[in-house]
């Protein structure tokens, strides 16, 4: 017997070696190129996979190019390499290939697998588990856009989910969590904050094949709105992909958590929803919580826009969100009567511009215009004890121009030894870190 990737199995075959049997597991992720290789080397083929989840990923480039050949050299659908696994090649190739539905299913809780049954396998499957207590969790995020675009690339993040699961992590016994989510560099943030040798972060694509004590679903998208003309977004065919909601469910063998934005969870008409109405009905609605995870932007999305106009009526020219930071300051400093703050003071009279920066970040220091949010200082000493920078993140991470003023203001005021601390608006619990910023400060 031998052990190999479809790759590399001519390589690790003696030359001219012929098998008897070449079994190729995870066939719906078999690309037909690699898989071709492996069968010149083998008398007979297993190929053994889930038609249910997930095809291979490849270059877009390799798949036009593909498309291109196979279009000149009229190559029947069933073998072209674009639109086929080798388990879906073979089936729709040979019509009359034998067919085995592997039935019994024992990686998941009964309560797991049984959505998965039904939804994606006609009630084929046979769990051979047994449930032991609740195995489906839901988490609603509080009103408002959380996911933001990806400001170096691609994609969506989510940093209240993120957020919502740096409070789950502590409260589990698990001996291994998966946190998964459609989006790369959602993956990535969470893989940068809890990776451990006990919690994983990555795709749906990666954890095909695998599985975990416990799933973390981060599902990162605002809703699940459709367009006006009824025709369903890329957005929306993307998370709401059958085969990769199949495999994300199935990962978890003993508990699946999703955590949902407000209006997913209250979306109709979709695998999501149908997941969520599952869940509860299974468990009840208290199986559904909405999360405690706030933050005092939260009035700024647009499901609050009356509240905070009436709330600032009579300060319409200044930035709300500075005008909501000032609310949580007042409150704090209020046990801090040798602490005092301004809004709003010029960068340039702060700092010493030492000696070694560009004209560039010269220029900008000493401009007018260029200010830092929040200066705290000690009343009696007069001496500058931080700053604290508010950052709305269309302004400071959307935007290059900003971004880099950033770094040439964090830069110049770390060099004066006057700390500056960043809170972005989807960020959360700015009271308790801004509690926490004063106790490093307080006698």
Same mark, same amino acid.
């Given at each position: 017997?031998?052990?190999?990737?479809s790759? *590399?199995?001519l390589?690790?075959a003696?030359?001219g070696?012929c098998?008897d049997y070449?079994i190729?597991d995870e066939?719906?992720? &078999?690309?037909?190129?690699?898989?071709t290789?492996?069968? *010149?080397?083998?008398?007979n083929l297993?190929v053994?996979?889930? *038609? +249910?989840?997930? %095809?291979?990923?490849d270059?877009?480039?390799?798949?036009?190019?593909?498309?291109l050949?196979?279009?000149?050299?009229?190559?029947p659908?069933?073998?072209? !390499?674009?639109s086929?696994?080798?388990?879906?090649s073979?089936?729709?190739?040979?019509?009359?290939?034998?067919?085995?539905?592997?039935?019994?299913h024992?990686r998941?809780?009964?309560?797991i697998?049984?959505f998965?049954?039904?939804?994606?396998?006609?009630g084929?499957l046979v769990?051979?588990? +047994?449930?032991e207590g609740?195995h489906?969790?839901?988490?609603?995020t509080v009103?408002g856009?959380?996911a933001?675009?990806?400001p170096?690339?691609? &994609?969506?993040?989510?940093?209240?989910?993120?957020?919502e699961?740096?409070?789950?992590?502590?409260? #589990?016994?698990s001996k291994?969590? &998966?946190i998964i989510s459609?989006?790369?560099?959602?993956?990535?943030?969470?893989t940068? %904050?809890?990776?451990?040798?006990?919690v994983?972060?990555?795709?749906?694509?990666k954890?095909? &094949?695998r599985?975990?004590?416990?799933?973390?679903? *981060?599902?990162?998208?605002?809703?699940?709105?459709?367009d006006?003309?009824?025709e369903k977004?890329?957005?929306?065919?993307?998370?709401?992909n059958?085969k990769?909601l199949?495999v994300?469910?199935s990962?978890?063998?003993?508990?699946?958590?999703?955590?949902v934005?407000?209006?997913v !969870?209250?979306?109709? #008409?979709?695998?999501?929803?149908?997941?969520?109405k599952y869940?509860e009905?299974?468990y009840?609605?208290d199986? =559904?919580?909405?999360s405690?995870?706030? =933050?005092?932007?939260d009035?700024?999305?647009?499901?609050?826009?009356?509240?905070?106009?009436?709330?600032?009526k009579?300060?319409?020219?200044k930035?709300?969100t500075?005008?909501?930071?000032c609310?949580i300051?007042?409150?704090?400093?209020?046990?801090y009567?040798?602490i005092g703050?301004?809004?709003?003071?010029?960068?340039?009279?702060?700092?010493?511009?030492p000696?070694g920066?560009?004209?560039?970040e010269?220029?900008?220091?000493l401009h007018?215009w260029a200010?830092?949010?929040?200066?705290?200082?000690?009343?009696?000493s007069?001496a500058?004890?931080?700053?604290?920078?508010?950052d709305g993140i269309?302004?400071h991470e959307?935007?290059?121009?900003?971004?880099?003023?950033? +770094?040439?203001?964090?830069k110049?005021?770390?060099?004066n030894q006057?700390?500056?601390?960043?809170f972005?608006t989807n960020?959360?619990?700015?009271k %308790?870190r801004l509690?926490?910023i004063?106790?490093?400060?307080?006698?």
């Open positions: 017997m031998v052990l190999s990737t790759q *590399s199995l390589n690790n003696p030359r070696f098998f070449l190729i066939a719906s992720q &078999g690309d037909l190129l690699s898989s290789l492996a069968m *010149s080397c083998a008398t297993v053994v996979g889930d *038609s +249910r989840q997930l %095809q291979q990923i270059e877009e480039m390799l798949f036009e190019q593909s498309e050949l196979a279009n000149k050299h009229e190559v659908e069933a073998y072209r !390499y674009s086929n696994s080798i388990l879906k073979v089936k729709d190739a040979v019509k009359t290939v034998p067919t085995t539905l592997l039935k019994e024992y998941c809780a009964p309560d697998i049984n998965c049954n039904q939804m994606f396998y006609n084929e769990a051979m588990t +047994r449930n609740n489906l969790q839901i988490i609603k009103e856009n959380h933001r675009s990806n170096s690339g691609s &994609g969506l993040y989510n940093q209240r989910e993120i957020d699961i740096a409070l789950l992590l502590p409260e #589990n016994n291994s969590v &998966g459609p989006f790369r560099y959602q993956a990535d943030l969470l940068q %904050q809890f990776a451990s040798e006990t994983e972060a990555d795709t749906i694509h954890f095909q &094949g599985q975990k004590e416990e799933v973390i679903l *981060s599902f990162v998208v605002n809703s699940l709105d459709q006006p003309n009824k977004s890329r957005l929306y065919n993307f998370v709401t059958e990769l199949n994300a469910i990962r978890g063998r003993k508990k699946v958590t999703a955590i934005a407000d209006k !969870y209250h979306s109709e #008409n979709n695998i999501i929803s149908d997941f969520i869940a009905y299974l009840g609605t199986v =559904s919580r909405e405690t995870v706030t =933050s005092v932007f009035l700024l999305y647009s499901e609050h826009s009356n509240a905070l106009l009436a709330k600032y009579n300060r319409p020219d930035h709300k500075e005008l909501l930071m609310d300051i007042d409150e704090l400093l209020a046990d009567s040798y703050y301004a809004m709003h003071t010029r960068l340039g009279s702060l700092v010493q511009v000696e920066i560009t004209e560039a010269r220029k900008y220091i007018p200010h830092v949010d929040f200066l705290f200082y000690n009343k009696a007069k500058k004890l931080f700053v604290l920078e508010v269309r302004y959307q935007d290059k121009k900003q971004s880099v003023h950033d +770094r040439i203001k964090d110049i005021l770390e060099s006057i700390p500056v601390y960043r972005k960020q959360s619990n700015e %308790q509690k926490d004063l106790k490093v400060f307080s006698h």
